[in-house]
């Protein structure tokens, strides 16, 4: 199977080669992230004169609350579900307070020699919390007295190709986004409004892509080595995938996608100690559902079938904005013999808002989600509940744009990434939820102030707990302070339900033998000022 991906992608690279002495383009409308011609997917404006530009994403937050995790080991990275497997758990009595940074550099090498047509890409990541260690190596640290730390790691490193006009192959360690949307050439909030809004799969994964830009949409294919393992043995994650997206009319568009992964490597790999795939200590670590059989050795194939739909998504064509998608899940484990499972789930997403004012910061929304729960596990031999990148990353999708700031992941994080749900499964006990907020621009594109509340249950109860996840309120500040600058100072609270009296949800946190029952953790809260900066 891995040999047969691999060809069809060195197959459409080379047929993709063939047309590269067509329609070329001048270097001025050739430059690797703006082209004079309007491309389907184009936003971020670079001048093209330059053969080396830098980008870089500069994020600073001061942090208080009453979470954090209970191994000490975790202090330079947590990342996964409260209550999980990263020990992340509330107090009454303590409380965090810290600063962290974070700088994403990305730089961009495209020669006049090549005519506009090859740009190399290569973004990095560079974490710490002030005052964590110094002299030393490691990733998310670096910050103490005298730093001196040897801390970079890689993002991305991968070279993209323009064969011909509207064409484009990405070669290496790459952005793999659920969207049809280039994510190289279009800001993060196009990203998380359209499509799957990264709530299936987004992260950094090595292979080849292969895109085409239309007039009215884009069609985007591609492989992807998720985990190698044994270079001589067939016992690789590889996972493929076409998406596409086209516009019926000015204010509506349509899409598709179909993803497929064949997982062959018992969860060998992976993160850290944790593996990988669907019977690894990750899946817990992340919230995803842990698939719990007897066999040591075992392949996993599972499908994503999906569609989506946009309208008037950006507010080019009024003040109504209507989004959504539905996408099911399906495949097998098995062993060599066997089947040990099947695999069935469905998830579902609307998000409709309202521009009331003069700006787009004048907006109320509302954001529901929905996704099969599975009550019996694997009793019936049959999983019904939703499977993401989670399974296989950390994270493996980032469902950050839902406007919750404990109860879902947000996007403000350094080190420290533990929402209540990291994965739309919910543990495979599956999720309805409901986010809405309101914000209003005091001084448009200046001040802006927001408040916005979610509520989510299970649709299956786990034992000794409830459906109720959680209600949360929060509420906060824009200052704009430049353009691509900005300050943020929010505050989130969650008020836990029953869900969380089961031991398996809360983390089996309580010791005593009397307090297990009908126990519950203290509820959530975080308060932070954050300050932003996006300079080209």
């Known amino acids: ?60 937050q001061t942090v208080t609350s009453n979470f954090f995790p209970k191994n000490e080991f975790l202090q330079g990275q947590v990342i996964g579900r409260m209550f999980g497997r990263n020990t992340t758990s509330t107090s009454d009595e303590h409380r965090t307070f810290y600063t962290e940074q974070r700088l994403l550099p990305f730089f961009l090498y495209s020669p006049k020699l090549m005519d506009g047509k090859a740009t190399l890409r290569a973004s990095f990541e560079i974490d710490w919390t002030w005052g964590d260690a110094s002299y030393g190596s490691g990733g998310n640290q670096g910050a103490g007295f005298n730093a001196d730390q040897v801390n970079i790691q890689t993002q991305n490193i991968e070279v993209e190709i323009i064969p011909a006009y509207s064409w484009a192959i990405n070669i290496g360690l790459q952005r793999m986004f659920d969207t049809p949307y280039n994510p190289y050439r279009v800001t993060v909030d196009r990203l998380q409004s359209t499509a799957y809004r990264l709530m299936y799969w987004a992260g950094d994964a090595a ?62 790999g992976g993160a850290s100690i944790f593996g990988q795939g669907p019977k690894s200590l990750l ?23 999906g569609a989506f739909f946009g309208y008037n998504d950006q507010y080019a064509f009024g003040n109504h904005k209507l ?41 109320v929304y509302v954001d529901a989600i929905y996704t099969t729960g599975d009550e019996d596990g694997l009793d019936d031999d049959t999983y019904n509940g939703v499977i993401t990148g989670n399974t296989w990353g950390a994270p493996g999708n980032l469902p950050i744009n839902t406007g919750s700031y404990i109860l879902f992941p947000s996007g403000n994080v350094v080190n420290r990434y533990t929402p209540l749900i990291a994965d739309i499964s919910n543990m495979g006990y599956g999720l309805f ?104």
């Open 323 to 363: 989004t959504g998608f539905v996408n099911v899940n399906s495949g097998h484990v098995k062993d060599d013999s066997t089947r040990i499972a099947d695999i069935l789930g469905l998830g579902a997403n609307l998000r409709y808002a309202y521009r009331y004012g003069k700006s787009d910061n004048d907006e």
């Open 1 to 60: 199977m891995r040999n047969i991906a691999w060809f069809i992608c060195f197959y459409l690279l080379v047929a993709g080669s063939t047309f590269a002495q067509q329609d070329s383009l001048p270097q001025t409308h050739m430059d690797s992230i703006d082209r004079s011609v309007t491309f389907y997917d184009q936003e971020i404006p670079i001048h093209s004169d330059k053969e080396l530009r830098f980008i870089a994403y500069f994020f600073n």
């Open 433 to 536: 939820a409901v986010n809405a907020g309101v914000r209003k621009a005091l001084k448009p594109n200046k001040y802006i102030l927001s408040a916005g509340g979610a509520y989510s249950r299970a649709m299956a109860e786990p034992v000794g707990g409830g459906y109720e996840v959680g209600i949360e309120a929060n509420a906060g500040f824009y200052w704009k302070i430049k353009t691509l600058m900005e300050i943020e100072v929010r505050a989130a609270h969650v008020w836990l339900g029953d869900f969380y009296d089961s031991p398996h949800t809360n983390g089996d946190s309580f010791l005593d033998a009397e307090d297990r029952l009908n126990a519950r953790p203290a509820n959530p809260w975080t308060a932070f000022v954050a300050f932003k900066w996006l300079m080209f």
């Open 207 to 268: 292979g080849i892509n292969v895109r085409k830009d239309f007039a009215k949409g884009a069609l985007t294919a591609g492989v992807y080595s998720l985990s190698e393992n044994k270079i001589e043995l067939d016992d690789d994650v590889v996972l493929m995938n076409i998406i596409g997206e086209r516009k019926l009319s000015p204010k509506l568009n349509v899409g598709g996608s179909f993803y497929y992964i064949n997982d062959r490597s018992s969860g060998r």
């Open 283 to 305: 899946t817990e670590y992340m919230g995803a559902y842990r698939f719990n059989f007897a066999a040591e050795d075992y392949v996993a194939n599972v499908m994503w079938t």
